[in-house]
Nanobody, 125 residues
Framework: QVQLVEAGGGLVQAGGSLRLSCAAS????????MGWFRQAPGKEREFVAR????????YYADSVKGRFTISRDNVKNTLYLQMNSLKPGDTAVYYC??????????????????WGQGTQVTVSS
């Protein structure tokens, strides 16, 4: 079992930056691929980024590519999402996720077994 707790959300002006973190409990963090999803009011939860269990491979939604960077520290059991050049369209609740499977569509929420409670990111224009 992995328990996930996000932090770092807040209110920022367009063009600004935020860094989200996700602290994972348990000693098996390094066995999980990790991801970030987001959900805006009235919209479906959507894929943002994913990182492999070693950190050697990363994947991004087209909407955030070049602006967001996902990373992990397997010693600290922590996942990060550095968000730069934020836009009002990035406003959403951001969720940290964990996936132990080695196959499947990583862009789908159903691929992931564990979820955090979410952290709100609001970007003002």
């Amino acid at each position: 079992q992995v328990q996930l707790v996000e932090a770092g959300g807040g209110l920022v002006q367009a063009g600004g930056s935020l860094r989200l973190s996700c602290a994972a409990s348990g000693r098996t963090f390094s066995l999980y691929a990790m991801g970030w999803f987001r959900q805006a009011p009235g919209k479906e939860r959507e894929f943002v980024a994913r990182i492999s269990w070693t950190g050697g491979s990363t994947y991004y939604a087209d909407s955030v590519k070049g602006r967001f960077t996902i990373s992990r520290d397997n010693v600290k059991n922590t996942l990060y999402l550095q968000m730069n050049s934020l836009k009002p369209g990035d406003t959403a609740v951001y969720y940290c996720t964990a996936d132990r499977k080695r196959s499947g569509d990583y862009r789908l929420p159903g691929q992931y077994e564990h979820w955090g409670q979410g952290t709100q990111v609001t970007v003002s224009s």
